[in-house]
């Protein structure tokens, strides 16, 4: 039974991301039809829709009072993204070697980010307020001289979602839009529709799962859920490193954990504030990002290069991570 729960999740997950890639195409159309901040309001979208099933999850979790599952989807999604993600793309693409000096200065602001939230909760609870700042370091973030990223990752995605075209293994050439005002509202309704009860149905699955095996919520959140929701910081940068942009796979990935840590668990405790309910599991966690993350940035600090060596010492981590976490609970 928990085996047949477990592919409930990952299915459900699957359509979560499918339908937050439909949404924010459709705002994407609207906000070109609108002529207003058109780069920016589109390139914003786009460059943060890979963290999109992150942040419907965290907004639903919270209205259904249970913003744990929140911190351990995020926390483990960052965890995941710079071993799980980073190791894998690595893998399939026989290393990757980078020479971009802004680079450095993003694994800096992703460290902090990261361990920002880690520093808020050792009181045992993330508040509103906390929550704010979060917010309000994410919009400095996205108002930063890294505006540039979010134009670069934009353009990349903007032909079609880039789940879709991992699934299906091809690339369709830049179409002009073919907008129908009718049309698509129908869409972007439809989609957000069929999101927010996928999220629902993921958030209520998991509290069942987590119920039926006994172990806490934080946990599914941790592992579970977040090995679904980097599915499409995963594709992204499987389909990066493939047109030989390692800028944008390093890029993606730093910005993740940016607005994983600071958008989605800022406004998840501003809904509801966040209780830390598994302090043992969380120590554990935090502790294992900040030991995985100091991993990752000595492997690229000189060279600036991810070799497959390198890759299977990340997901050595991973798996020693998931391994310790499931033994201490």
Request: charged residues 15%.
């Amino acid at each position: 039974m928990i085996i047949f729960y477990i592919l409930i999740l990952f299915a459900l997950i699957f359509l979560l991301i499918k339908s937050a890639d439909l949404v924010v195409d459709s705002l994407r159309k609207f906000a070109v039809m609108s002529h207003a901040k058109v780069v920016v309001v589109s390139s914003i979208l786009l460059a943060m829709a890979t963290s999109f099933p992150e942040l419907v999850i965290g907004v639903t979790s919270a209205l259904d009072k249970s913003p744990d599952l929140t911190l351990g989807n995020v926390l483990g999604a960052n965890i995941a993204n710079i071993s799980l993600v980073a190791g894998v793309a690595a893998l399939i693409a026989g290393g990757v070697i980078i020479h971009n000096e802004f680079i450095k200065r993003e694994i800096a602001i992703a460290a902090v980010a990261g361990v920002i939230p880690i520093v808020l909760a050792i009181d045992g609870r993330i508040s509103r307020a906390e929550g704010i700042l979060l917010l309000l370091f994410y919009v400095a973030y996205s108002a930063s001289f890294f505006k540039d990223r979010f134009l670069k990752i934009a353009n990349f995605n903007r032909a079609e979602g880039y789940f879709h075209r991992f699934i299906r293994q091809f690339e369709h050439p830049k179409v002009e839009l073919d907008f129908h005002v009718g049309k698509e509202l129908v869409k972007l309704f439809s989609s957000l529709g069929l999101l927010i009860l996928t999220a629902n149905f993921v958030v209520r699955i998991a509290i069942n799962l987590a119920t039926m095996a006994g172990i806490p919520i934080f946990i599914i959140g941790l592992v579970l859920i977040s090995m679904g929701t980097t599915l499409p910081e995963l594709a992204f940068s499987i389909r990066s490193l493939k047109n030989h942009e390692p800028t944008m796979f390093f890029g993606n990935i730093l910005g993740s954990i940016i607005c994983n840590s600071t958008l989605i668990l800022g406004l998840t405790s501003v809904i509801d504030p966040i209780d830390v309910i598994s302090p043992l599991e969380s120590t554990v966690a935090a502790i294992s990002f900040v030991i995985i993350f100091v991993v990752f940035w000595l492997l690229i600090k000189n060279k600036m290069h991810i070799s497959r060596w390198h890759a299977g010492i990340l997901l050595s981590l991973y798996s020693v991570f998931v391994v310790v976490e499931f033994l201490i609970k």
